[in-house]
């Protein structure tokens, strides 16, 4: 019962860090905030880590619904989309899945990539990120080739790198928080640039 309940307090703890670096970037954020946030003691925000762990930690939650270094493609939702037999649908799958994801952490992962830019300890961990996802991508990459139907003159690495651009967190920062642009529009650019750039006519 003590592990469930120190379990349940850590959850809480990691999704309050995560709102509180989302909305007012790591630097702003204090653990205060985040004790305030999460309805506990600024000690029990601090037995859980310094506030860079927090960062890390509160994104590979949110992202991959465990700490520890859990691949995105262990997600339900991802599974779902290694399961089309058609390429086709299983780029508009991983787009439905990259716009969900972007628009429910694109926010935490920006305070990450600001933060890397003055802190060595978090650079290093937000590039770790960065070639898991590639990794990642390239399984998919790989998978979807086999199912058939994309372009011939695109090697596994060149369409891996392709999917990690368009689906990146960066381009939901660019359309939907900069230029304005809906969720819904962002869903149906991520779509049709997916189909568009890596299946066979």
Known sequence: MREEQASRTRKR????????FAANGFTATTLAAIAGEAGVSVETVQSHGPKKRLLLAALEA???GAEGGRSILEVPAAQAVLAQERARDGLLGLAAFAAELNG??????????????GDADIAAAHAGLQERIRADLLKVARLLQQRGGLRGDM??????MTLFVLTSPYQH???VVQAGWSEEGYLAWLEQMLIETVLAA
Do not use: F
Request: net charge negative; glycine share 6%; hydrophobic share 55%.
């Open 13 to 20: 703890v990691l999704e309050a860090a995560g709102r509180c």
């Open 62 to 64: 949110a992202t991959a």
């Open 104 to 117: 429910r952490i694109g926010r935490l992962w920006q305070a990450l990539a600001a933060a890397a830019q």
């Open 155 to 160: 090697s596994e690495e060149s369409v891996a």
């Open 173 to 175: 920062e660019l359309l």
